[in-house]
């Protein structure tokens, strides 16, 4: 994550490829969930054995998006003769370094060459024993992770999936897409290329990744019909807009939406319009603006994207052939696939943003100047709402209007708007105490990102305090239950109704209901319920 992006959705906070195949899948079959060895579309790979599970790491699901295949949907992988080594993760696509993202995206990268993907699978004895009676004698449910980083940074290899894997008992795919400028460009000129139009590219090498799912998993032991996509943060919000997305047709079943859903993006013609900015201060304009571009080095473009624009221009751009319409629109219309749907949201997702942009000390005498720089007209509303004699301090007052206006009240809405059509189990995540980094005296609580370590290993944080594990397992139940057969409930983790006067209340001492109007008052949804679409201001 970058602290401008952090800014610009402060500000909203406040003011606010390739068509899917039609061929059936290859037919579950009988597999040797020990052997290291595997045979794809385009050659053998060679993994490791885990604990507990097997490992095919750094396998390619599309060609280097290099040279003229820049700015383009994504190609055919080339085929391999041998046995490939499985054993190392691709490249993370290009980005500044993150301590955020740490593990492989932490230090940075300059390489094109990164659209790969993780297969994890359990061993044979540990999908039996994990799976229930009726999923134990077929293909095992295949869960798609995409990672998160405000479509500018990290990698599929940055989670660790072994828990999910070896409790659950099954497949976990992690992926590489193309981020920032490279995998959001939008231009007039790269709009007329080709029919998909621009500014999607990230979002179709996530549809190139499901396609080569659908054609090889059933060789690794997995059920190409049983598919659940899943993602956090940016990934979220890939997962919804692949739920709008006409392109991602038939290519899962099921979906988990974390903390994302309906974090908007621009529309295409400002998409464009930013974009033919970014192009000039590259020094590339006018009929050969796809020619320089497409000269320039990987460096250079991720250079001049910390520059020009701001980062929420790197994010799927609504209106073309990918995405029709904005997320939150969608579902209201009832235009998205109405496939199981578990979505949830942090009880205090914006304490992280506030503590990137450094605003966790801001005075008492700063509180109203803050609010009225980013809203405006609107800045007495917001602060007779969150008045400092409710919430102590401005950073705790800051990060409760993000928390509400750009996640707990979005998805609200959004979970709303699904269940007239399809299956909706929602959650609020709420361990005060997770275990995040300790920075200066302003504890984040259950802050945006804090339920991964719940789910995955994450080299940045280290292993998982005791005090976390009976949630952890709970949530690991919970999400694996869904991708078998779209409802989480599972023996020893407390019921979870479906989505209506009752969502589930993730915390540490024990799952349980939580009332939706509880949850509504808590996160002042009524008051921006007036204001869903409010205009951004940095």
């Known amino acids: 994550m970058r602290s401008r992006f952090f800014a610009v959705l402060l500000a909203l906070a406040l003011v606010a490829g390739c068509t899917s195949e039609s061929d059936d899948p290859p037919a579950a079959k009988s597999v040797d969930l020990t052997t290291k060895v595997v045979t794809t579309e385009n050659g053998s790979l060679r993994g490791a054995n885990e604990a507990g599970y097997r490992s095919f790491l750094g396998v390619p699901y599309a060609a280097p998006p290099v040279g003229k295949l820049r700015w383009m949907p994504p190609a055919p992988a080339a085929k391999w003769s041998g046995e490939r080594n499985a054993t190392e993760a691709g490249a993370a696509c290009t980005q500044q370094g993150s301590v955020v993202s740490g593990g492989d995206s932490g230090n940075g990268s300059t390489t094109e060459d990164c659209l790969y993907l993780n297969v994890y699978t359990p061993t044979d004895g540990t999908a039996r024993r994990t799976l229930p009676e009726q999923a134990r004698k077929g293909a095992l449910p295949v869960m798609v992770w995409i990672h998160g980083g405000s479509y500018i940074n990290g990698a599929g290899s940055d989670y660790g999936p072994g828990r999910l894997v070896t409790e659950g008992g099954v497949i976990v795919v992690t992926i590489n897409y193309r981020l920032g400028a490279l995998g959001f460009l939008a231009l007039p000129e790269l709009s007329r290329e080709q029919p998909l139009g621009s500014g999607n590219y990230g979002l179709l090498d996530q549809q190139a990744a499901l396609r080569w799912v659908q054609k090889n998993i059933a060789n690794f032991g997995g059920d190409a019909k049983n598919v659940t996509l899943f993602g956090e943060s940016a990934g979220g ?18 979906a988990i939406a974390e903390s994302g859903c309906a974090l908007r993006g621009p529309t295409q013609s400002v998409a464009e319009t930013t974009g033919t900015t970014f192009a000039a201060s590259l020094g590339c304009r006018g009929a050969a603006v796809l020619t320089c571009l497409r000269g320039k080095s990987a460096t250079e473009i991720r250079s001049a994207s910390n520059v020009s624009g701001t980062s929420l221009t790197y994010a799927p751009a609504t ?25 949830g949201t942090n009880h205090d997702e914006g304490r992280l943003f506030v503590l990137s942009l450094g605003l966790q000390n801001v005075g008492p005498e700063l509180y109203a100047t803050a609010v009225r720089r980013a809203a405006g007209t609107l800045a007495p509303q917001i602060i007779e709402r969150y008045p400092l004699s409710k919430y102590g301090t401005p950073g705790d007052a800051l990060g409760a209007i993000i928390t509400d206006a750009t996640f707990s009240c979005p998805a609200i809405r959004t979970n709303t708007s699904a269940a007239k059509r399809t299956t909706v189990y929602a959650y609020e995540f709420n361990d005060p105490n997770a275990p995040l980094p300790k ?87 009524d008051f921006w319920a007036q204001h869903p679409k409010l205009a951004l201001r940095s």
């Open 439 to 525: 920075i200066g005296n302003f504890p984040l609580k259950a802050a945006h990102a804090a339920e991964l370590p719940y789910l995955f290993d994450l080299e940045r944080l280290g292993a998982l305090p005791p005090t976390a594990q009976k949630l952890s397992k709970e949530m690991v139940a919970y999400w694996t239950s869904f991708a078998i057969d779209g409802d989480p409930n599972t023996d020893g983790a407390p019921k979870w109704e479906k989505f209506g006067p009752a969502m589930q209340a993730l915390v540490p001492e024990g799952s349980k209901p939580l009332p939706s109007t509880s949850f509504t008052a808590d996160h002042n949804c």
């Open 237 to 254: 919000g890939s997962v919804c807009s692949q739920l709008v997305s006409p392109e991602a047709e038939g290519l899962f079943v099921k």
């Open 319 to 343: 209106g073309g052939p990918v995405l029709p319409s904005d997320i939150e629109t969608a579902f209201s219309r009832g235009t998205f696939k109405d496939v199981p749907l578990l979505q």
